[in-house]
């Protein structure tokens, strides 16, 4: 993964199938989201992924 550096901060670049790509870029022309760019969409997408995940996880831990 390449690494960048910016005033705020620390980034990555990630890669993603042309076809996810393309479907992030028609949601953002919609305006409908209110998404300006694929990272923005891409950044709330994963944030909201982990999460989940996270909270499935203590979830997970708690039962046992």
Do not use: C, F, W
């Amino acid at each position: 993964m390449q690494k960048n550096k910016t005033n705020n901060g620390e980034y990555v670049t990630l890669k993603i199938p042309k076809t996810l790509a393309d479907e992030i870029d028609h949601l953002i022309e919609s305006g409908t989201l209110g998404y300006r760019s694929r990272a923005e969409l891409a950044s709330d997408a994963i944030r909201r992924r982990l999460e989940q995940l996270n909270s499935n996880n203590a979830v997970s831990k708690n039962r046992t």
